[in-house]
């Protein structure tokens, strides 16, 4: 499974619905729910998923969905 898909379902259980579609350019701006908290559940979900830890620099210079699954293939691979 692709770092894209395994985000998508983590959007999908955050919250809670099966049917939503992301999109690379997608922001919090483009999903219904998606405030503070939301943030905060998504970037422990990927964290746990991705057995990655993000810093506060990293998370702040997030834009979009893109961005964050830029930074998780950045992490993956430094890990390597």
Same mark, same amino acid.
């Given at each position: ?29 483009? $999903? ?7 943030? %905060?559940? *998504? +970037?422990?979900?990927?964290?746990? &998923? ?9 998370? $702040? ?7 964050? %699954?830029? *930074? +998780?293939?950045?992490?993956?691979? &430094?890990?390597?």
């Amino acid at each position: 499974m692709s770092v894209f898909e395994k985000v998508q379902e983590i959007f999908q259980d955050v919250f809670d619905d099966t049917t939503l579609e992301i999109k690379r350019e997608y922001s919090s701006a483009d $999903i219904e729910d998606w405030d503070s908290l939301a943030q %905060i559940n *998504l +970037i422990t979900q990927m964290e746990k &998923e991705f057995n990655l830890k993000f810093n506060m620099n990293d998370i $702040i210079k997030l834009q979009n969905i893109g961005d964050m %699954i830029d *930074l +998780i293939e950045k992490k993956q691979n &430094e890990q390597l």
